[in-house]
């Protein structure tokens, strides 16, 4: 579930188009990782922010892969 809520995040960044959205969402699910750690009593394993960061790497990065693959489309056609 984390893998997938963060791929969901990473296509949302892409979709905003601005650098400083896309390093937001990082760091936004890295403090998310940093709080659950201390408010927990038994703190989350790292591998679960490792998870949740090539969750939104692949979703970012599957977006620009995808827009790519349809700009040179659209450009073809033309």
């Known amino acids: 579930m984390i893998?997938?809520?963060?791929?969901?995040?990473?296509?949302?960044?892409?979709l905003q188009r601005s650098t400083i959205s896309?390093?937001?969402?990082?760091?936004?699910v890295s403090i998310a990782f940093m709080?659950?750690?201390?408010?927990s009593i038994v703190p989350p394993p790292l591998t679960t922010l490792?998870?949740?960061?090539g969750g939104y790497n692949l979703g970012f990065?599957?977006?620009l892969?995808?827009?790519d693959v349809l700009e040179q489309r659209r450009a073809q056609r033309q």
Not at 35 to 39: D, E, F, G, N, W
Not at 50 to 53: G, T
């Open 3 to 14: 893998f997938a809520t963060a791929t969901i995040i990473g296509i949302a960044a892409g």
């Open 22 to 28: 896309a390093l937001l969402g990082a760091a936004l």
């Open 35 to 39: 709080a659950a750690v201390a408010i």
């Open 50 to 53: 490792f998870i949740a960061l």
């Open 61 to 63: 990065i599957g977006y």
């Open 65 to 67: 892969i995808t827009a």
